[in-house]
């Protein structure tokens, strides 16, 4: 695929890993890139540095007609809008999440209207049945097939994620319209906000926040990936699927919560008490994807590992926040559960 020939739309374009995959296509060579963005949770300053380069349309494509509008001339979409947020507003703000049932499907049918070559669509590990993720002590790797009835995504958000996903198996069924469904698990890495997780936990360092408190019992496990590895990931899947096929986009690599949070302290030199908050949102408590469709389909693997992305996102977070010290003690709380 060349893609200094392709118009490309990135919905929330402004967005963490939409800003990232923006600056990835651009060092792939692509010229015409067109971003449409409502700025609900994206930040401009994401990609002023690009702003000579892109299209920029700061609209909400919930709005009547603004999905016909943008999708005019484009060759692929990257949809990357969503309502989302870290555990605490997805479990939190239901009803919010259950919109991105309309935003998927006008999304969808107004890319194929249009006659877009291909659809990239950001789902989520929160497709998979939650029953599958209830044992911190057995291994478990998250394989694509283990999507099906009886279906049990994780909450509504993962089940307007999945019916994203077919939506578009549908339409390539009935129309070949082209498409690949990307389950994104678990991205961390600069620009990412503090409603996750390990923004979160390298928030409370950053304040020195004592005690430090951690949601959950922090057995939980993740796979925490690197949104250099995710959106290197996108843009081979862009490239090498065409059949709606849905595959994982994470690390293989399971990290408990509380060695996280151990790992945080020992490079940032902080020392707290741990506070155990089991009143608060945790999710299931073992989520570790399989890689392995990656690695067969699209030659990809995770190439930074969590320890190396971990200390380059506190390098990030510590350098960037410190003009902000004051206004994220005043707010730090309402950030961990709002976009």
Known sequence: MFWSDKTILVTGGCSFIGSHLVNHLLDKGAKHIRIVDDLSTGKLSNVAHMMDFIDFH??????????????????????LAAIHGGRGYIDLNQANCARNLTLDGTVIHEAYRAGVEKFVYTSSGCVY?????????????????????????????????????????????????????????????????????????????????????????GQQIRNWTYVGDIVRGLALAAEKIDDATAINLGTEEPIRVLDAVNMIFEYTGHDAEIKLRT??????????????????????????KFADGLRQTIDWYFASKENERETLQQNFERMLVTR
């Not at 609209?59 to 016909?68: C, H, I, Q, S, V």
């Open 279 to 304: 009143d608060m949102p945790t999710g299931p408590l073992n989520r570790v994807a399989s890689n392995q469709l990656a690695r067969e389909r699209l030659g990809w693997v995770p190439t930074m």
């Open 58 to 79: 700061n609209k909400d494509l919930l709005e009547p007609g603004t999905a016909r509008e943008v999708m005019q001339g484009v060759d692929i979409v990257f949809h």
């Open 129 to 217: 049945p939650v029953d599958l993720q209830s044992d911190v002590n057995k291994p478990v790797f998250l394989s694509e097939d283990m999507v099906g009835s009886p279906y049990n995504a994780d909450g509504l958000y993962g089940w307007a994620k999945l019916m994203g996903e077919m939506t578009l198996q549908a339409y390539y069924h009935d129309h070949g319209f082209k498409s690949v469904s990307c389950r994104l698990f678990t991205a961390y890495g600069e620009r990412c906000l503090e409603s996750h997780a390990v923004i979160a936990m390298i928030g409370r360092a950053f304040l020195k926040l004592n005690p430090f408190e951690v949601w959950g019992n």
